[in-house]
């Protein structure tokens, strides 16, 4: 092969290979308006408002007429008789007066259960995604924060090879360092294979095809939440799509029984013909069913009745879990707030000048290299526990917001 062509080959075979896929960045907020969009969970939701729409509309619709024909004067013998008489003609049929109105009521009641099911779902959804968004921003600033102490793990190791070329300290040192560095590897693996778990399902809970792979934007830090719990309770009462919806199917269900009441009472029907041999007549027609099933009708009031108080008692329960999970979050979110406090102001503060203070006296033989390594790992330790406090910080916050939503 002339040696010209090697070059050229090499180039050809740099530019065949598939090109790294380039990170795109993700911020928690376009996290979640992209799951908002196309998270499968919040499409079945949108459809299942439709449908209630559907059945509105339904609800909305009086009785269609009906199209007859009738015949009068048929003889008994097979001659036609001349004054056979066939009328055509229209029958509307009526509902007892009040039925219509509930019926209507139900389905309006329905579809805004349905609307509210629909917030329900976004808002549990969003504080899933926020909770795995924030799950990955642990796991990935931990793989971070264990390179960089893989750094000052590097610099205790070339410091005790110095002594020990000096005749300062025993081999023994280099080895413990050397030890801590495999384990901090083998801890630094773990983390990766950990992040990239949890970023995959971030992408299944974004709903969209994978347009990956990200960087995540968002950090973690802490902003201070100052209201009370009587004022988040109070909020949360008011806002709650499930406690709404509690509200909504009792007010269904109190609808339903008044309409298995109505039910009993018969309903009417009008009609109006026109005859085939008088031209210059008309007839009319007036009728009503007979709900002479007591079966039925008790069977329907049965069903309502206790539809009726299974909603009421839901509607209770539903406040009462409200309330509990609402206090739960917030102890958890003022135990982190606690944490992440403690670690910031205090803890790593202290931690990073004993550390400072080891490396210089183990520099002078004033430390022994164990004293040094231990020292080491509480501060590696304080720093992997602050980003967890951080990450339980936010996501307190986040199940704050979906208190008493998430089945």
């Given at each position: 092969?002339?040696?010209?062509?090697?070059?050229?080959?090499?180039?050809?075979?740099?530019?065949?290979?598939?090109?790294?896929?380039?990170?795109?960045?993700?911020?928690?907020?376009?996290?979640?308006?992209?799951?908002?969009?196309?998270?499968?969970?919040?499409?079945?939701?949108?459809?299942?408002?439709?449908?209630?729409?559907?059945?509105?509309?339904?609800?909305?619709?009086r009785p269609e007429p009906h199209l007859g024909m009738s015949t009068e004067g048929i003889p008994f013998s097979l001659k036609t008789a001349d004054t056979t008489e066939i009328n055509l003609g229209l029958?509307?049929?009526?509902?007892?007066?009040?039925?219509?109105?509930?019926?209507?009521?139900?389905?309006?009641?329905?579809?805004?259960?349905?609307?509210?099911?629909?917030?329900?779902?976004?808002?549990?959804?969003?504080?899933?995604?926020?909770?795995?968004?924030?799950?990955?921003?642990?796991?990935?600033?931990?793989?971070?924060?264990?390179?960089?102490?893989?750094?000052?793990?590097?610099?205790?190791?070339?410091?005790?090879?110095?002594?020990?070329?000096?005749?300062?300290?025993?081999?023994?040192?280099?080895?413990?360092?050397?030890?801590?560095?495999?384990?901090?590897?083998?801890?630094?693996?773990?983390?990766?294979?950990?992040?990239e778990a949890i970023m995959a399902e971030l992408v299944l809970l974004l709903g969209a095809p994978a347009e990956g792979p990200f960087f995540l934007t968002s950090e973690l830090v802490f902003v201070p939440?100052?209201?009370?719990?009587?004022?988040?309770?109070?909020?949360?009462?008011?806002?709650?799509?499930?406690?709404?919806?509690?509200?909504?199917?009792?007010?269904?269900?109190?609808?339903?029984?008044?309409?298995?009441?109505?039910?009993?009472?018969?309903?009417?029907?009008?009609?109006?013909?026109?005859?085939?041999?008088?031209?210059?007549?008309?007839?009319?027609?007036?009728?009503?069913?007979?709900?002479?099933?007591?079966?039925?009708t008790e069977g329907e009031r049965l069903e309502a009745a206790a539809r009726q108080v299974a909603s009421a008692a839901a509607v209770e329960a539903r406040a009462n879990r409200l309330d509990m999970e609402?206090?739960?979050?917030?102890?958890?979110?003022?135990?982190?707030?606690?944490?992440?406090?403690?670690?910031?102001?205090?803890?790593?503060?202290?931690?990073?000048?004993?550390?400072?203070?080891?490396?210089?006296?183990?520099?002078?033989?004033?430390?022994?290299?164990?004293?040094?390594?231990?020292?080491?790992?509480?501060?590696?330790?304080?720093?992997?526990?602050?980003?967890?406090?951080?990450?339980?910080?936010?996501?307190?916050?986040?199940?704050?917001?979906?208190?008493?939503?998430?089945?």
């Open positions: 092969m002339p040696r010209k062509a090697i070059p050229f080959i090499l180039l050809w075979s740099v530019l065949l290979q598939p090109m790294a896929a380039e990170e795109k960045p993700l911020s928690i907020q376009e996290a979640v308006s992209a799951a908002l969009q196309n998270n499968p969970e919040i499409i079945g939701a949108r459809q299942a408002l439709e449908e209630a729409k559907g059945r509105r509309l339904q609800s909305e619709a029958e509307q049929p009526i509902e007892f007066p009040g039925k219509r109105p509930l019926r209507v009521k139900i389905g309006r009641l329905g579809q805004d259960a349905a609307s509210l099911e629909l917030d329900r779902v976004q808002l549990s959804v969003t504080v899933r995604v926020k909770k795995v968004y924030w799950k990955a921003v642990l796991a990935d600033r931990t793989v971070a924060s264990l390179e960089t102490l893989a750094e000052l793990l590097e610099s205790i190791i070339e410091s005790s090879r110095i002594r020990y070329q000096a005749g300062a300290a025993a081999y023994r040192d280099v080895l413990r360092a050397r030890v801590e560095r495999a384990r901090l590897q083998n801890e630094t693996i773990l983390a990766r294979q950990e992040r939440f100052d209201r009370t719990l009587e004022e988040v309770k109070e909020a949360a009462r008011t806002a709650s799509p499930s406690l709404r919806i509690a509200g909504l199917r009792s007010q269904q269900a109190e609808a339903a029984s008044a309409l298995a009441g109505k039910n009993r009472l018969p309903d009417f029907s009008l009609g109006l013909f026109f005859p085939s041999i008088r031209f210059n007549a008309w007839g009319i027609a007036f009728g009503f069913n007979l709900p002479l099933s007591r079966a039925r609402l206090e739960t979050a917030y102890a958890a979110i003022r135990a982190a707030a606690d944490q992440v406090r403690l670690f910031e102001q205090e803890l790593l503060t202290e931690m990073e000048e004993e550390l400072r203070s080891g490396l210089n006296q183990y520099q002078y033989g004033k430390l022994e290299a164990y004293a040094l390594l231990d020292l080491y790992r509480t501060y590696a330790a304080a720093k992997l526990e602050r980003l967890k406090a951080l990450y339980l910080y936010q996501t307190g916050l986040a199940g704050l917001e979906a208190a008493g939503e998430e089945d």
